[in-house]
């Protein structure tokens, strides 16, 4: 009888973040979930230069803050 374990994993293919093109997630992908060196030096690049970025609602410290019709 055979078992799982005597089967070959099939390996995990998602999608890369950068391309959008297949990326094999395994430990043998050095670069997950990247698909490449390119793709992740692409979104490192992104995150050093702040292109990434949250939105912040904060208003100005020269504006007050808050509801105006509260002040």
Do not use: H
Not at 29 to 47: T, V
């Amino acid at each position: 009888m055979a078992t799982r374990a005597d089967k070959p994993a099939k390996p995990r293919i998602v999608r890369c973040p950068a391309c959008n093109g297949d990326s094999v997630y395994a430990p043998g992908n050095p670069y997950r979930p990247f698909c490449s060196e390119r793709c992740r030096n692409m979104d490192l690049g992104a995150w050093a230069s702040e292109s990434f970025r949250v939105p912040d609602e904060t208003p100005p410290d020269d504006l007050p803050f808050g509801d105006p019709k509260e002040q």
